[in-house]
T-cell receptor
Framework: DVKVTQSSRYLVKRTGEKVFLECVQD?????MFWYRQDPGLGLRLIYF???????EKGDIPEGYSVSREKKERFSLILESASTNQTSMYLC??????????FGPGTRLTVL | TQLLEQSPQFLSIQEGENLTVYCNSS?????LQWYRQEPGEGPVLLVT???GGEVKKLKRLTFQFGDARKDSSLHITAAQPGDTGLYLC??????????WGAGTKLIIKP
């Protein structure tokens, strides 16, 4: 069974902290994505990666960075967390753009 | 800027009723996908349609892609409580990106 796992389901951090969100997929997919999901706004793409060590900005990259050192792992980093980054964060992977497989999400609260 | 508008935003109906949700745009998409997301989980792909006018069926769910590839609909026959969830449509835009609708929150009451 295909699987995308995310390191935490729930996370509470303080303003200014550095936050790491980890995502691992076991499907040998080339493409990986980080989204945030807020009520009424749908999914907004933060960053994506189409190969190891490759990354591209999505629609809302400000305040975030990413790392992809291995094919199966894609990390999202909040350099200095702020309250407006409180959200649900979803990681996905795919072979082609369509048919993305999602992890369960990390609900991040920044106090 | 490509946008996908979903309607209605919220729908609450009784078990056994039929319903249709819509996904509309002024832009042409190369493909259109529907996902369902349950509370506390990530979205799960239901179907991908790629040809204008295409109709796909998944048990009681019928998906249609508009002839001009600008819109899509999801019809559920005899809805069941297990159909409850957030339904998201996503259109194929650039090589790597999907354009996402804001979703239709569906509640089926027993």
């Amino acid at each position: 069974d295909v699987k995308v796992t995310q390191s935490s389901r729930y996370l509470v951090k303080r303003t200014g902290e550095k936050v790491f969100l980890e995502c691992v997929q076991d499907m040998d997919h080339e493409n990986m994505f980080w989204y945030r999901q807020d009520p009424g706004l749908g999914l907004r793409l933060i960053y994506f990666s189409y190969d190891v060590k490759m990354k591209e900005k999505g629609d809302i990259p400000e305040g975030y960075s990413v790392s992809r050192e291995k094919k199966e792992r894609f990390s999202l980093i909040l350099e200095s967390a702020s309250t407006n980054q409180t959200s649900m964060y979803l990681c996905a992977s795919s072979i082609v753009r369509d048919s993305q497989f999602f992890g369960p999400g990390t609900r991040l609260t920044v106090l | 800027t490509q946008l996908l508008e979903q309607s209605p935003q919220f729908l609450s109906i009784q078990e056994g009723e039929n319903l249709t949700v819509y996904c509309n745009s002024s832009s042409v998409f190369s493909s259109l996908q529907w996902y369902r997301q349950e509370p506390g989980e990530g979205p799960v792909l239901l179907v991908t349609v790629v040809t204008g006018g295409e109709v796909k069926k998944l048990k009681r769910l019928t998906f249609q892609f508009g002839d001009a590839r600008k819109d899509s609909s999801l019809h559920i026959t005899a809805a069941q409580p297990g159909d409850t969830g957030l339904y998201l449509c996503a259109g194929g835009a650039s090589n790597y990106q999907l354009i996402w609708g804001a979703g239709t929150k569906l509640i089926i009451k027993p």
